[in-house]
C-alpha cells in the first residue's frame, strides 16, 4: 500500500482564517500535526508544549487547537504544532472521531459506523 492523501480544511476555532492543504494521512500518528508556517498563517496559538514519542525518539512539540473539515465533516480538535515536519499529517484521532477508516486496496477514505463505547 502506497501513502493515502486527502484534501482537507484547516481553520482557527472562530473560523476566521481557513486553508485547503493536501494532508498525509498517518494511522500511526494520534493527534493531526501542522507545520508551524501554516499554523501561523491561520493565528493558531499554541497552548502548551509536550514531549512525544516518535520513531526517532522523544522530541518536544507544541500542542493547539484547529477546526478541521474531512469529506464535509468538521470539528474542533487538538493538534500538534511543528517547526520540523514540512507537511500536514491527518492522525488517527480526527479520522476516527469523524467516522473514517482509511480503505488499504485504494488508500481512499471510507465512511465507519461512529462507537458509542
Known amino acids: 500500500m502506497g501513502h493515502s492523501w486527502v484534501d482537507i480544511r484547516i481553520s482557527d476555532l472562530e473560523r476566521k482564517h481557513s486553508k485547503k ?3 498525509l494521512v498517518d494511522t500511526g500518528a494520534s493527534l ?3 507545520p508551524k ?3 501561523d498563517d491561520l493565528g493558531i496559538k499554541p ?3 509536550e514531549q512525544v514519542s516518535t ?5 518536544n512539540i507544541s500542542r493547539g487547537e484547529a477546526w478541521i473539515k474531512v469529506n464535509g ?3 474542533p480538535f487538538n493538534i ?3 517547526d520540523f515536519i514540512d507537511k500536514v499529517l491527518l492522525g488517527v484521532v480526527v479520522l476516527e472521531s469523524l467516522g473514517f477508516k482509511v480503505d488499504p486496496t485504494t488508500g481512499t477514505l471510507e465512511e465507519k459506523r461512529l462507537l458509542l463505547y
Open 32 to 34: 493531526t500535526t501542522l
Open 21 to 23: 492543504v493536501n494532508a
Open 37 to 39: 508556517k501554516i499554523a
Open 47 to 49: 497552548t502548551s508544549q
Open 73 to 75: 465533516k468538521e470539528g
Open 80 to 82: 500538534w504544532i511543528s
Open 55 to 59: 520513531g526517532a525518539g522523544i522530541i
